[in-house]
Structures are given as C-alpha cells and as structure tokens.
C-alpha cells in the first residue's frame, strides 16, 4: 500500500522494536496449557446405507473399537420404518490431549422402500442440538456450555461406480447450510483406480450442478507454502475413497499393517497409495478438526441463529400477538427505540471521530509546509550571510572590486 497523503502515521499502525524480552511470545504457550487442561469436544455424525462400513470406519479413524461388529439386519427382516438416531460417547486421550468424541450414527438412512424424506430426521437432530446450544447461551450462567452441535457429517456414497442418486442429492441439498459435510467413497477397495477416478469426476460434477457446499480446508492469507500445499493435496483427494478396518494384516513383504486381505493382496488403509484414508484423517482429525468446529460456529450455527431469531421478530410483529401481549409490545418497542439511540450514538462517534482525524491531518499539513519554508529562508539567509562575509574579509585583505562586487559595497553603505 502506497500512502500519498501528508503524513500516513495517521493512518497505520506504528510498529515499535522492543528493547528486551517481554514476554507476550508465550501466549500460544498460555492457550495450549488451558485448552489441554480442559479438554476438547468433537461430534461426528454418519450417514449412509447400512453395511457401507460407517462403523468399521469410525473405528479405524480412532483407532479404537467405538464399535462392536453390528449383526446386519436381512433385508426382508421386519424392521422400524423410519432413520432413528443413536450417539455414541467415549472419552479418548493422547499425548496427555483429551477429547470427548461423539459419534452420531443414522441407522436405517436409505433402507426403505421409500427413502423420500430420510434426511428430515437428521435435520430435526442438527437444529435440536443447534436449539440446545442457543438455550445455553441464553442462560444467566453460561460457565458450563456444553456443545453438543455436529461439527462434521461423514456421508459415505454407495460404491457404484455410476454417480450420485437422488438420495444422496437430496440429502446433501438439505444438510450442506447445517453441517459441514464430508464426502466418502465408502469400501473403495471393491473399485478399480480407474472407476475410482471416474466415480469421483461424476459425484464432483453432480455436486457442483447442485450448487451443494462440501466443506473445505481453509487457507488463509499470508499463509506458508507448506500448509498450502497441504490444504491443496486433501482437497484434490474429495469425495476421499476409503477403506476401513482395524484388523492387523500380514503384507507378502513381512509388514503388519491395518487392512483388508484379499487372495490377490493386501488393501493397506494407511497407504496412501491404496486409498484417501490418511487424507480424509488429516482432514478430519489431526489438521481440520478445529477449523470444522470453528465453521460449524463462527458459519453455520451463526446462519442458523441468525435466521431462528429473525422469524422470531417476525412472530412478535404480527398485530395478533402484540394485541394479545401489550407488555411485549412495550417491551419491543423500547428494544426498537434503545437500539435507534444505540446506532445514532455510534454514528455522532464515528462522525466526530472521522472530523477529529481530518482536522488532525490538516494541522499536520500546514505544520509540515510551514517548517519546510522556514527552513528555506533560513538556508537562503545563511547562504547571503556566508557569501557577505567572505566579501567582507575579501575587502579587508584589499583586494580590487569586479563592478558586481563594487555593487554589494555600496549596498552595505
Ligand atoms: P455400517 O452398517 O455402515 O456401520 O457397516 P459396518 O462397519 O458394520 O460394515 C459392514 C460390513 O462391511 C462388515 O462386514 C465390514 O467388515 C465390511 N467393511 C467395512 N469397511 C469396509 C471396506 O472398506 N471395504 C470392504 N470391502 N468391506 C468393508
């Protein structure tokens, strides 16, 4: 930024050097301590069909059993008509870091003869959670706020190689202003590197048709190269093909790794090479678990806040209500008339403020312009005199006169 005015100090920030240690360098240090000592709080949610390997998956990530082997309802089993909603919690901690993880899980999501309205459960639970935290904001004490909201939804697509269905569309359509959603190929392994390609082209394409936001690793300005790169390589690995298993397998050159064995190899899930499961872990664990957990506030929450308080104004508006409930209505209209004065008295500020500024800069000026002739005439007067007294001891030495010097004679006459 170039700063063409008289004086730009009035503009930016002056930047002092310290003179020793001081010691505000240790406030990351000072954040790290508290937020280890109180803890973390994440909550996941996954969707998808049963028997894509939400369960084996959340596991893998965790690398815990969150989850024992489900037994797998048969298709023709009867069974509860409608997407039910199960949390699991389980306090996990590493290098002394604790986290209270929980898992939402939406066992029966696409499993009906008709799936139409499947997703408006999930919704109902999102806002519910979204509504609890809202009421603990509101409370006089909110030393204790516990959130509960679902910081990351995990939607795992069926493995079919063609591109998205209706149910996936319409669900991701429904959610992607309430969550921050998360795309899975799930059970990658059961597709070529080819398909896999192509399936992901597809899913992106119908995505982007749709107008659905998918959540993305943010970068920021002034940012370093690294972590650019980083942010860069994890997106180009969405919607993440995935494998998942906990199970320790033995790989034809001696290694014992997670995977899954097949009579023509092993699938490693932690290689990168075989599948987006390191990256869809970076994303969500160990790189942009706070970022998800800062969207889900500072964006989606704050919409949704936004939104409810805003319908909420408009209940209270309607001349029914207010007739029912004067006090209300009182109750509104001194809100309505604080909030007037509120806004005038900030605007007389900035006003007065911007005034303030302005003649600051003017007297800056004039000063500056000022100096600046006085020490021009200061300088051209030195000059005269120097000039004068060399005349002067010239004269005394008795030396002849050129007619301009004659002149500066008679002058000092
Ligand atoms: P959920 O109903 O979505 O929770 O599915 P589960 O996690 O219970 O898994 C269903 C079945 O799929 C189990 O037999 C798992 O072993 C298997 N499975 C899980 N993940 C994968 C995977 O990535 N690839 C393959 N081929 N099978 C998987």
Known sequence: LVHTGPNPALSSVIRKKLMGFVGFSNLPNQVHRKSVRKGFQFTAMVVGESGLGKSTLINTLFNTTLYSPKEH???????????????IGADI??????????????????????????????????????????EQENRVNRAKVVDNRVHACLYFIQPTGHSLKQIDIEFMRRL???????????????????EIVEFK?????????????????PT????????????????????????????????????????????????????????????LRQMLVRTYMEELREYTNDVLYENWRTEKLISMGVAQDSSVFKEINPAARMQEERTLHEAKLAKMEAEMKMVFQQKVQ??????????????????????????????????????????????EKASVRVLFR
């Open 73 to 87: 309802i048969p298709p023709d089993a009867e069974r509860s008509s409608t997407v039910a909603i199960e949390s």
């Open 176 to 194: 992607h202003t309430k969550v921050n959603l998360i795309p899975i190929i799930a059970k990658s392994d059961t597709m070529t590197d080819e």
């Open 220 to 279: 920021y300005e002034n940012e370093d190269e690294e972590t650019i790169a980083e942010a860069a390589e994890i997106a180009s690995k969405i919607p993440f093909a995935v494998v998942g298993s906990n199970q320790l397998v033995d790989t034809p050159d001696g290694r014992q790794v997670r995977g899954r064995a097949y009579p023509w190899g092993v699938v490693e899930v932690d290689n990168e090479d075989h599948c987006d499961f390191v990256k």
């Open 201 to 217: 082209e597809r899913i992106l394409n119908d995505i982007a048709h749709h107008n659905i936001h998918i959540f993305q690793a």
């Open 358 to 403: 302005e003649k600051e800069a003017k007297l800056k000026q004039s000063e500056e312009e000022l100096y600046a002739r006085h020490k021009e005439m200061k300088d051209a007067l030195e000059k005269q005199r120097a000039d004068l007294e060399a005349k002067k001891s010239r004269i005394e030495q008795g030396r002849p006169l050129t007619p």
């Open 93 to 134: 901690e590493e290098n002394g870091v604790r986290l209270h993880l929980t898992v939402v899980d939406t066992p029966g999501f696409g499993d009906f003869v008709n799936n139409d309205e499947s997703w408006k459960p999930i919704v109902e639970n999102i806002e519910s959670r979204f509504d609890s935290y809202l």
